[in-house]
């Protein structure tokens, strides 16, 4: 029997695209799954779409051999969040879906598959696009992660391997775990495929994307210096360039 994947997927405000999401994570050729979904204090109809989920036997939502289970915490951000689904999980792997994520039915099949043909690595990564855009990424580079964070959240972990999230952290929680799991000698693997997709106009962050030239324009938007900020606490929290 293959070993059980966690899937934690933190929600705030995300009922429009929480159930797609949850067809894409049970259409998953893998099996066996175990999904927890952790609100993080929505004031949405989250109740109403979960109360459907739960509803639901023709595959729609739920697929033989998953389980899915609800968490509700006062609203406190995503990382504490991930870190609550992940203390209540009990999969060999886990991974951290956002609630606008779709994802192609053999990505955690071809993840899985590549950590048990790479045993060295500790999480395996792929390709995204953001609506139109595909997110670039590439092959692990030790040295180009301490510059710029090119891996999605969206990867498998071994969960043996997982420090947990930093709850402090407004932005950049991602990049922020990889640096910490390669301060531990811990290393991933890079998927050339695209593998999911994130909603279009669901959320801050990736989802306010901008193009590569904005950030070196000579006069700085609201937007850029947030980004700019919130990059300076990964860099002295990690001792990067210095």
Not at 122 to 137: D, E, L, N, T
Not at 142 to 159: A, F, H, M, P
Request: charged share 25%; aromatic share 12%.
């Amino acid at each position: 029997m293959s070993p059980l994947i966690s899937v934690i997927i933190p929600v705030y405000n995300h009922a429009h695209t929480l159930k797609r999401t949850l067809e894409s994570i049970f259409n998953q050729t893998y099996r066996p799954l175990e999904v927890i979904v952790v609100n993080d204090g929505s004031t949405d109809n989250f109740d109403e779409v979960v109360k459907e989920c739960l509803l639901l036997t023709d595959g729609d939502c739920i697929g033989a051999g998953s389980v899915l289970s609800v968490i509700s915490q006062p609203n406190s951000g995503a990382p504490v969040a991930r870190n609550r689904g992940f203390a209540v999980s009990k999969g060999e792997y886990v991974i951290f879906w956002d609630a606008d994520t779709l994802a192609h039915p053999q990505m955690l099949q071809k993840m899985f598959a590549y950590l048990q043909k790479h045993e060295e690595v500790s999480y395996a990564y792929s390709q995204f696009k953001f609506g139109w855009k595909r997110i670039k990424s590439q092959h692990f580079n030790s040295e180009k992660l301490k510059q710029i964070n090119y891996i999605d959240v969206t990867s498998l972990i071994r969960r043996a391997d997982f420090p947990g999230f930093d709850e402090s952290l407004k932005r950049f929680q991602d990049w922020d775990l990889w640096l910490t799991m390669l301060e531990k000698g811990k290393t991933g693997i890079f998927i050339p495929e695209v593998l999911y997709e994130k909603v279009v106009g669901s959320r801050e962050g990736i989802s306010t994307w901008l193009p590569s030239f904005v950030y070196q324009l000579p006069w700085k938007t609201k937007q850029v210096k947030k980004y700019e900020e919130a990059k300076e606490i990964i860099v002295k929290k990690h001792g990067l360039w210095s």
